[in-house]
């Protein structure tokens, strides 16, 4: 694990409780979001989706409700 972004969101439901998705890039270049929902508490959180986006270690990841932005070190 390279890099780590958390993001815990907020839905206005009938279920109490917040949902937190996170976000995290490997030195392999990809990029992985886990994701817990309220309703599943207790049960750990699960790996939501893999995408594999660069050909080396993953530097700087955001996620937010509508975009994962991932990036890399360009070094000389």
Same mark, same amino acid.
Not at 2 to 22: A, R
């Given at each position: 694990?390279?890099?780590?972004?958390?993001?815990?969101?907020?839905?206005?439901? !009938?279920? =109490? /409780?917040?949902?937190?998705?996170?976000?995290?890039?490997?030195?392999?270049?990809?990029?992985?979001?886990?994701?817990?929902?309220?309703?599943?508490?207790?049960?750990?959180?699960?790996?939501?989706?893999?995408? =594999?986006?660069?050909?080396?270690?993953?530097?700087?990841?955001?996620? =937010?409700?509508?975009?994962?932005? =991932? /990036?890399?070190?360009?070094? !000389?």
């Amino acid at each position: 694990m390279t890099y780590i972004f958390l993001c815990l969101y907020y839905y206005i439901t !009938g279920i =109490s /409780g917040n949902t937190v998705e996170l976000a995290y890039g490997t030195d392999h270049g990809t990029v992985n979001i886990i994701i817990q929902h309220p309703e599943t508490v207790g049960r750990g959180p699960q790996l939501f989706q893999t995408f =594999s986006v660069h050909r080396c270690a993953v530097a700087h990841v955001h996620l =937010s409700d509508k975009h994962l932005l =991932s /990036g890399m070190n360009i070094t !000389g």
